[in-house]
């Protein structure tokens, strides 16, 4: 007998319970299919087009002023707001339902007023949008859409 198949015979119950291991914890991984480069351009542009008509729509609601707006694809952020009021999103915003959307919209114009996570901050957020909690919970399900395009 061959060393390496000695191996595999003396091994077999230990290389059989490390397989079945491995494939349960493959199956576990959640696939992710990253896009072709011209399906996030194509993400990018709906966005540029998409979203500054949304923040349009709800600053003069929220009663806030803005700066620049920016799509980009941030690692870990849906969007962002800086103290001078330029806003950024994510392109992988275009992934998710209109409601998300406005939602993250409406989250990051928020912080115009309230530049944390207080309570103020999510009642202003509730004012505009009642059930912001679902669409946090959808976003915070769906992360793997900002891996996609990342
Ligand atoms: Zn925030």
């Not at 870990?76 to 959307?101: H, Y």
Request: charged content about 35%.
């Amino acid at each position: 007998m061959y060393e390496a198949d000695r191996f595999v015979t003396d091994h077999k119950d230990w290389i059989n319970k490390h397989m079945t291991l491995v494939q349960k914890r493959l199956k576990k991984k959640k696939e992710v299919r990253h896009l072709e480069k011209d399906e996030t351009d194509l993400l990018f542009s709906d966005a540029m087009k998409d979203i500054p008509a949304r923040v349009e729509h709800f600053a003069p609601v929220i009663g806030v002023t803005y700066g620049r707006i920016t799509i980009r694809n941030q690692k870990t952020r849906w969007g962002s707001c800086s103290q001078k009021g330029n806003l950024n999103f994510n392109a992988a915003l275009m992934l998710c339902p209109e409601d998300c959307r406005d939602y993250v919209v409406v989250h990051e114009l928020c912080h115009r007023k309230e530049m944390n996570h207080s309570k103020a901050f999510w009642k202003l957020v509730e004012e505009v949008i009642p059930d912001y909690r679902a669409k946090e919970r959808y976003l915070k399900e769906h992360s793997e859409f900002i891996e996609m395009i990342t």
